[in-house]
């Protein structure tokens, strides 16, 4: 079996036997026959690839799993109550990590900090990709927006949003555009309290929130606003949620047969015509002057220049710009409303949080944006009001790339994952009287931030997958409760008391009231008609 060659220094050296009475020494190398090489070699590279394979050596711990039904698997324990809330009750029953079978597909559900460390910092890189959805596929052009699309494709996309179109710069270039939409609403708000009407608060703010976001995008040239976003308004309902095609793969027939998507294909022309019409626009009357860019020009600029390694389309740019939409109306429109409705149970605390913006402000008599970074306790009541009103409360799905291990849990490549961070932001291991509204805590020993890094606090994700327009929302949000608090004082309408106001949550895309909130304003600083 073994070759000896005689004479070569190398592998064995072998003790010959002396001849001739003279003693010395004969050098042998053994090397093995060439079969014997090659499966050795065979041997050893599956030994190498086992030790140093990323995939884990064992399957782990089986999943806690919640009772399944035939067919529908786990879906009956969510039916009747919100995701994140049935979760959490899920989860209080079989631990921090669970695997429920929705329909056809497993769903990994995370109900800890660790684990969400884990998937969205330590793992972020394995983790940072979306699933498949049927209404994403349909509205954003194959999931070619930003929160949907993944690969090289959505990496460039991040990075045109963090240098060019949400960053703190281009949301700074918009200061002008908030000033007027966000004035225009105190002026609506100051003549209802001129005659001490109600102010339905959750419309006015959505309509404050896509004004300001329409006219980012669109820039003021935009003949089609108000349809435009009653689609999108349309869209974001239906596509809320899973479809039965998303659920059952293999029924995904379901979804035509039902007409889900013709009605999708339906919203999603019209969205298209009325893209069109605006790039075409954008495209005659395009001007050079970059600190004037709407984020329709930017995009085409972006285009046209051709630097970009992934060259995106005229579908691509639309894709974006819807996605600005869905991301960035509601969610900030449904967090200034939870917020003064936290605040207006709570007389005490509004107090404080009108006190400390009157008192820097009295004198000059108005806010501008760049007095808000002042107001650290109204600050501290939009972390309050986001830790427990976070507006996706799930996040948005992840799906693994490859096989890993969390938490002792074997997470097979290809699945999908949620963080409850609702539960999070309640859960009475990581804050004291979890479900009460008090921003002092923020005050009070080590400061949490939502920056990604608590993860305990995760209103805006974290890791690569983060909210691109954190920002943008921020800024919107805390000059419209800044002026609310400074101008008005606030009231109930007649006859409504504190214990009516329902506080509970509508089932959609992004965690709203239920019950819009009606208040009476009363005017306490006038303000400057331009401001
Ligand atoms: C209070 C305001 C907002 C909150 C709480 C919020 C929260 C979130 C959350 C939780 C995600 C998903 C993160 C993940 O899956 O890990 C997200 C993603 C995203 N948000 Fe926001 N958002 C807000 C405002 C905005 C605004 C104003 C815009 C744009 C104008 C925006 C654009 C986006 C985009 C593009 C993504 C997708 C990021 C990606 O997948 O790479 N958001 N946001």
Not at 42 to 52: Q, S, Y
Not at 466 to 492: I, N, P, Q, R, V
Request: with cysteine; glycine share 6%; charged share 25%.
């Amino acid at each position: 079996m073994w070759l000896t060659l005689t004479g070569l220094e190398g592998w064995a050296l072998t003790n010959s036997q002396p001849s001739h009475g003279t003693s010395r020494f004969k050098m042998e190398l053994q090397v093995p026959s060439l079969p014997v090489l090659l499966s050795s070699f065979l041997v050893l590279l599956i030994i190498v690839r086992r030790v140093f394979s990323s995939k884990p050596k064992h399957v782990g711990p089986e999943f806690p799993t919640p009772s399944r039904l035939p067919f529908i698997g786990s879906i009956h324990h969510l039916i009747g109550k919100l995701p994140h809330h049935a979760l959490r009750d899920l989860a209080r029953k079989h631990g921090n990590v669970m695997k429920l079978r929705l329909g056809q597909v497993d769903q990994i559900i995370f109900s800890s900090r660790e684990g969400a460390q884990q998937v969205l910092k330590a793992q972020d890189a394995n983790f940072a990709f979306r699933p498949e959805f049927t209404a994403a596929k349909i509205i954003a052009y194959g999931q070619s927006d930003i929160a949907f699309s993944n690969g090289e494709y959505w990496r460039q996309l991040r990075k045109i949003c963090v240098m060019e179109l949400l960053g703190a710069k281009r949301v700074k270039s918009f200061v002008s555009l908030r000033k007027e939409q966000v004035g225009r609403l105190m002026s609506d708000v100051s003549n209802a309290a001129a005659i001490g009407k109600p102010i339905n608060l959750g419309e006015r703010l959505n309509e404050l929130t896509n004004s300001i976001v329409v006219q980012a995008s669109f820039g003021r040239r935009c003949q089609q606003q108000r349809k435009f976003m009653e689609t999108i308004k349309e869209v974001i309902k239906m596509a809320s949620g899973f479809s039965v095609g998303d659920l059952f793969p293999s029924l995904k027939v379901v979804d035509v047969l039902t007409g889900f998507s013709t009605q999708l294909i339906k919203y999603h022309n019209k969205l298209d015509a009325i893209l069109d019409a605006t790039i075409k626009e954008h495209q005659m009357t395009r001007e050079g002057d970059e600190e004037e860019e709407d984020l329709i020009d930017v995009l085409l600029r972006l285009k046209d220049e051709g630097n970009l390694e992934v060259p995106i389309t005229f579908d691509n740019i639309k894709a974006v710009v819807i996605d600005m939409f869905a991301g960035g109306t509601e969610t900030t429109a449904n967090t200034i409303e939870w917020a003064m409705s936290e605040l207006m149970l709570r007389p005490s605390t509004l107090q404080r949080a009108q006190k400390e913006v009157r008192e820097a402000m009295k004198d000059k008599g108005y806010i501008e944006e760049t007095d808000v970074p002042q107001f650290s306790y109204l600050h501290d009541v939009v972390k309050e009001t986001l830790r427990l009103h976070p507006p996706f409360p799930l996040l948005f799905p992840r799906v693994g790339q490859e096989t890993t291990e969390v938490l002792g849990y074997t997470i097979p490549a290809g699945s999908r994952l949620l963080i409850n961070v609702w539960s999070l932001g309640r859960d009475p291991r990581y804050w004291k009287e979890a479900d009460s509204f008090k921003p002092e805590r923020f005050e009070e020993g080590v400061n949490r931030e939502f920056k990604g890094n608590d993860f305990e606090f995760l209103p805006f994700g974290a890791g690569r997958r983060m909210c691109a327009g954190m920002t943008f929302g921020l800024t919107t949000l805390e000059l419209t409760l800044s002026k609310f608090l400074f101008h008005f004082d606030w009231a109930f309408p007649k006859g409504v008391k504190a214990e009516d106001i329902d506080m509970s949550e509508s089932f959609g895309a992004s965690a709203s009231r239920k019950v819009n909130l009606l208040l009476v304003p009363s005017l306490r600083y006038p303000f400057p008609t331009l401001d």
